[in-house]
């Protein structure tokens, strides 16, 4: 199966679905602002209800059964295919090619595999190849860059890196239960 085009939210849905049949309602709970990965990567109440819809429609997901609800009409159950959750573990393994994606989807990725308690070392070993491509071309080019405000830049998104760079060596690699290190 071809990986999917999805955005972050989409992506984000797909892997708690392919954790296990969930709805719509508990998806939401996790992705609020402050909410366990709401905190990195907010999703609303309808966008995920959005993201379920589409990724029904693209076959990622299937609704299996249905919930009572005591606020309201019944919560469809659904659960990510055979295929999907295949794909959904392709994607968490890969490392993310832009840097400004380290920020949201690098995070989530980290957030998601430890909630299946994965271990992050490979990402991370991946993701610092990446790093260190980038960092690589950036500085080819702000030594080959004329004038004052493009050397700047380059110069900037090279901190850009060296954040990245310390974010990677914050993540705790032998360990699953705490996949970013605190204190």
Do not use: N
């Amino acid at each position: 199966m071809k990986e999917p085009d999805l955005p972050l939210a989409e992506w984000i849905v797909l892997a708690l679905l392919a954790e296990r049949p969930s709805h719509g309602f508990a998806i939401a709970t996790l992705t609020a602002e402050g909410a366990e990965i709401g905190e990195f990567w907010y999703i609303s109440r309808p966008m995920v209800y959005r993201s379920i819809t589409r990724l029904v429609e693209r076959e990622l997901i299937t609704p299996v059964g249905a919930e009572e609800s005591d606020r309201g009409p019944q919560r469809m159950i659904h659960a990510a295919t055979r295929s999907a959750k295949t794909t959904v573990s392709r994607w968490l393994s890969e490392p993310v090619t832009e840097l400004f994606d380290v920020r949201a989807e690098l995070t989530c990725k980290l957030l998601l595999l430890q909630r299946r308690g994965t271990s992050p070392a490979r990402l991370v070993e991946r993701q610092r190849v990446v790093i260190d491509e980038i960092e690589e071309s950036l500085r080819a080019k702000e030594h080959a860059a004329g004038d004052h405000i493009t050397r700047a830049s380059y110069a900037l998104r090279l901190e850009h890196v060296h954040a990245a760079r310390r974010f990677l060596d914050a993540v705790d690699v032998d360990s699953t239960q705490s996949a970013v290190k605190t204190g």
